[in-house]
């Protein structure tokens, strides 16, 4: 019997049809480097912030995550609904700014592999590959992207945790994260070229590249901004359910989005934005579309505007968020 034809996710989202069109081939496909290991997933985050008490009262009491412990760092780590040791830190600093983005690596020899690819390439290396003294038993190094924003590329020691289904409809682990970039398209190509990240979809006029490193359709966006920063990170519910119940929870804590409840065009993942208390601009998603493994993807280009940022025109972004969201 012959083999199911590839699908094609062109019917995924038919009120596409004129709104979004086939980008040009070419410049928007950047080579991808031949290198044998390649980013698998995100782990992590760690953020520097200039409001920590109230910060980490808000991740837990009002976020849902459970701080772990870990003595010998000024580091604040949590932990989410999920097997990861941990998904989320914070450190004391003067403004907001990253202090680690995390990937991860299926193994010890694509950690060294790729350390050596990096070293080779010149860039800038600021840990070895080493045991992390982080919770859990990382092996990992890290280095700086060509924004200068710290990286991490590890893998667990004792092989990578599948995840549990969280109870009580709270944040699993990290969905993705968007980073804003004067030259996102630079960007793009270093992540595409040495980590082995694929285009999945992009806004014209380079507005917005999304990349994927496995099934899920982003793990890392790159926004054309003024400046290098943290856009927004996304913390995965279980379905949009969770997500809604989540941001039920959030509402009766007198806590209101930034924008939403919606659900984006790219990535067809629903949506609800919320603000910290130091403005960094968290998401809480579910959805996000799943391209399973050896399907054939079709990247393509979108154009900006309210009816493909949120297909259920349920309301707009609010000036503060595009603000805060744009780090101004
Ligand atoms: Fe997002």
């Known amino acids: 019997m012959p083999a199911d034809p590839p699908r094609l996710y062109t019917d995924k989202f038919t009120f596409c049809s004129g709104m979004c069109s086939i980008g040009e081939a070419g410049s928007n496909h950047p080579e991808a480097f031949a290198a044998m290991a ?25 976020w849902g995550l459970e701080r772990i412990e870990h003595p010998g760092t000024d580091t604040i780590f949590f932990k989410g609904a999920s097997n990861e040791p941990f998904i989320f830190g914070l ?47 990382y092996y990992g190094f890290q280095f700086k992207d060509p924004d200068g924003t710290p990286v991490e590329l590890s893998t667990l020691d004792d092989g990578v945790p599948a995840d549990t289904p969280g109870e009580g409809f709270l944040p699993q682990r990290l969905s993705h994260m968007v980073l804003n970039s004067p030259d996102n398209r630079a960007l793009r190509d270093f992540y595409v070229r040495y980590l082995g990240f694929e285009l999945a ?22 926004e054309k901004c003024d400046n290098s920063s943290l856009n927004h990170v996304a913390f995965l519910l279980e379905d949009l359910d969770a997500m809604m119940r989540f941001a039920g929870r959030m509402a009766n804590m007198g806590i209101t989005p930034l924008w939403g409840p919606g659900r984006h065009g790219p990535g067809g993942n629903c949506f609800c934005y919320f603000e910290d208390p130091a403005g960094y601009v968290l998401e809480a998603t579910s959805e996000l579309i799943f391209i399973p493994r050896g399907d054939q993807w079709t990247p393509r280009e979108w154009q900006p505007g309210p009816e493909n940022a949120n297909v259920w025109l349920t309301g707009g972004r609010t000036e503060r968020a595009i603000q805060l969201m744009s780090n101004h």
């Open 201 to 222: 979809d992009w806004y014209a006029k380079d507005a917005f590249f999304f990349l994927r490193c496995n099934e899920q359709h982003h793990c890392l966006g790159l």
């Open 91 to 137: 450190e004391p600093g003067e403004r907001r700014s990253v202090a680690m983005i995390r990937f991860t690596l299926d193994s010890a020899a694509a950690v060294d592999s790729m350390h050596d690819d990096l070293k080779a390439a010149d860039v800038e290396i600021l840990k070895a590959p080493d045991l992390l003294q982080l919770p859990g038993n």
């Open 38 to 62: 390649k980013v698998t997933d995100i782990c992590g985050l760690i953020l520097k912030t200039p409001k920590l008490a109230p910060s980490i009262e808000f991740y837990e009491k009002c």
